[in-house]
């Protein structure tokens, strides 16, 4: 037991020695990673969830009557130790998991359920909530409090605390296998991307540019194959891959493991998870009194209904699909001409759009690359983020990391004060898991006095070759960009409560901020002081300039079809009801036949690998938000390419304010409203995307 003290000659965790129960002494009371083992885990998880009922228990049954301060901010101050034990068993098990992580992973995201269960159905805390939030009016709350504590019963109320007794013991089970199933479905999906490699010959290099090779001879090293050259099913990898290789046998290969992910048959096959997912997820929408998972879903958020989202990408999809349609005439027109006898395939399109832009916009990410640098993208990003919000970074070597490769930043305001840490994590390895995200380590709030955030990037970015810096992709670079702006969203919060800080907000409003800041990564501005050559330091050509943002748009078909159509699919399985989805894989060929899926794209994200959906329900019947939000951010730089100055200072005091800083303390139109005078237009994004004008015939 973590309450009971062992002698330390026992190898004992418990408190006087589990670093996860101590007070930390480094710098701005970080986590010391260093000091913190995997055993660490299950005893303070342990301790947390004991104090963590403790005070919920003590709020439940306090004999006065329930008030805002009794019930709604003693609410707020309580799980502080299951906050911090979270963020850093959270941030290790993605970011750098092993064996002994995962296990501990399985077990507690039941205990988990376990225990918020009983939290979220306590009739009598929520009786004390409903009382305050009948009563609302009458309270003399800042809009603030009065946004927290709507936010409060609703969470309380949608998690079915006023469900009666039978119907609460189903859904805590429910919620229990739930939980399992979401660690089941994202631990075979890391399995099956472990496991899969393709070795490169000398022979299986035609095409592959360096910096390509250079990742290939990085990523074996990391799998302990020194002097070798490997292809992975990380999409850092996969893509280049299939954009160079000029082997059509091994593009092949590549595409069908990649796809194949998490649908192989094997013991990581995801199959039945996602069929036994829907199920309860149907199940549970029912008990609440919702037909389905998606009307439920939705009607916390932004767009409220199923059929608001769905009209949404409708509108893009037509523009988006014929586009693509006439590419596809465009890429075969090519292989017949270069002589080839064959129809293009899935594992084609890539390769010869990269063709295709070649010759019509007379540019190649290759040619880019060389002015991508890791080094001076982060530097673009910080330097944005100067003009803008007068943020001010300085590289830190003093605060502990969970792998060498971490870098920590201090970020200072326009005055100088202390804001937040900023830590990132840019490198694939075989310990991440894949994709890229922003998470925290601590959120801000002041509550009881300041609290500054520490706020994560990772990303899975190929190093560069021995002695040479990273090189980015321009997707990559878009990546690194978005991933900054969440993490803006979380160290320039500036609000009182803990659960409306940051990015807690709407996940149609979450996209927001980060592919707004997209915006300026792609700017000519930007780019000619950031993008440098690696080797000569000259500044990017202008003319090299020029192709490529005119090479923007190119291949945009493609891009938004696979897309809208995961986002469609994400829609219909948890629109339809859960018994037509036996079989995940006819489903989604019916499905896909439905909208008229050109043959040659395949989904973004396949439903077995479809961890936005199923790793966990955040993302589930939520898909489209990134598309929701895009409709805003298109609409939202905007108002900076009005004023004519990309960095205008009165529109980015009203970005600050409205959008940037204040997490979920505001109804997300309300704030989009007051940031922009107006509601936003779905134009804006159809026009960045260039499906605004009929495609040219192929
Ligand atoms: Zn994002």
């Known amino acids: 037991m973590s309450d009971t003290p062992q002698s330390p000659a026992s190898g004992s965790v418990s408190s006087p020695d589990n670093p996860l129960l101590k007070p930390w002494q480094t710098p701005f009371q970080t986590p010391p990673f260093g000091e913190i083992t995997p055993e660490h885990f299950l005893p303070a998880f342990e301790q947390a969830f004991i104090d963590h009922a403790a005070e919920v228990a003590a709020i439940t049954h306090d004999p006065s009557a329930p008030d805002f301060a009794n019930t709604i901010t003693a609410l707020e101050r309580s799980g502080k130790l299951l ?52 009563n609302r009016t009458t309270l003399a709350l800042t809009p603030e409090q009065l946004r927290l504590l709507e936010r409060t019963y609703t969470r309380f109320h949608r998690a079915g605390a006023g469900l009666d007794d039978t119907a609460k013991v189903r859904m805590a089970e429910i919620n229990e296998r739930l939980a399992h199933l979401g660690t089941t479905f994202s631990h075979h999906l890391l399995g099956d991307e472990q496991e899969w490699l393709l070795e490169l010959g000398e022979d299986d290099l035609d095409g592959l540019p360096d910096s390509f ?38 593009r092949e290969k590549v595409y069908k493991a990649f796809t194949a992910r998490g649908n192989n048959g094997n013991a990581n096959d995801n199959n039945a998870t996602i069929v036994e997912i829907l199920a309860l997820r149907e199940e549970s929408a029912n008990l609440l009194g919702y037909p389905t998972f998606a009307v439920y879903r939705l009607e916390d958020s932004m767009a409220k209904t199923p059929e608001a989202a769905r009209s949404l990408l409708e509108r893009v999809w037509k523009p988006a699909r014929a586009r693509a349609l006439a590419d596809r005439d465009a890429l075969q027109a090519l292989i017949a001409e270069e002589g080839g006898n064959f129809t293009l395939a899935p594992w084609d399109w890539r390769y010869y759009a990269e063709k295709l832009r070649q010759i019509r916009a007379d540019f190649d990410d290759a040619a880019i690359k060389p002015y991508l640098t890791l080094e001076g ?229 396949r439903p077995t690998q479809f961890g936005h959906i199923f790793s966990g329900d955040h993302y589930a019947a ?77």
């Open 377 to 605: 993208m982060i530097a673009a990003a910080f330097d944005c983020a100067n003009r803008l919000f007068g943020l001010t970074f300085l590289e830190r070597n003093d605060i502990p990391v969970w792998h060498p490769d971490v870098r920590v930043w201090e970020v200072k305001d326009a005055s100088g004060k202390h804001q937040a840490l900023f830590y990132g994590d840019y490198f694939a390895r075989a310990s991440k898991r894949s994709g890229a995200w922003m998470t925290s380590l601590r959120d801000q709030q002041k509550l009881d006095g300041e609290v500054a955030p520490l706020v994560l990037n990772i990303c899975n970015f190929a190093k560069g070759a021995e002695g040479q810096p990273a090189l980015l992709s321009p997707d990559d670079a878009r990546t690194l960009f978005h991933e900054f702006g969440h993490g803006l969203h979380g160290m320039l919060s500036n609000v009182t409560y803990p659960s409306l800080s940051g990015t807690s907000v709407f996940i149609d409003f979450v996209e927001l901020p980060s592919q707004l800041y997209e915006h300026w990564q792609e700017q000519p501005q930007v780019l000619r002081q950031f993008a440098k050559h690696y080797q000569t330091g000259e500044p990017l050509p202008d003319d090299l300039l020029k192709r490529f943002l005119a090479a923007r748009q190119f291949n945009q078909g493609f891009a938004t079809v696979e897309f809208v159509a995961s986002a469609l699919i994400d829609l219909e399985f948890h629109s339809q009801p859960a018994s037509a989805v036996r079989d995940v894989g006819a489903f989604e060929r019916t499905e896909l036949e439905k909208i008229g899926m050109p043959a040659e794209i395949s989904l973004r994200h």
């Open 622 to 698: 939520g898909y489209y938000s990134y598309m929701w939000s895009e409709v805003m951010d298109a609409d939202a730089f905007g108002a900076f390419e009005e004023t004519g100055d990309i960095f205008d200072p009165a529109t980015a005091k009203r970005l600050h304010d409205d959008i940037y800083s204040s997490g979920g303390s505001r109804d997300p139109e309300e704030a989009y409203v007051a940031f922009r005078g107006r509601k936003p237009e779905a134009d804006a994004l159809l026009r960045r995307r260039g499906l605004l004008e009929t495609p040219q015939a192929a």
């Open 213 to 250: 090779v250079a990742a290939a001879r990085a990523a074996a090293e990391e799998r302990a194959l020194p002097g070798k050259a490997i292809v992975t099913t990380s999409r850092s990898s996969m893509e280049p891959f299939l954009n160079s290789s000029n082997r059509r046998d091994l």
């Open 83 to 134: 906050a911090k034990v979270s963020a850093v068993f959270y941030d290790l098990v993605s970011a750098h998991s092993n064996p002994a992580l995962l296990a501990i992973d399985k077990d507690i995201s039941l205990r988990m359920a376990r225990h918020w269960n009983p939290i979220m159905m306590n009739a009598v805390l929520f009786g004390r909530i409903a009382q305050i939030h009948e």
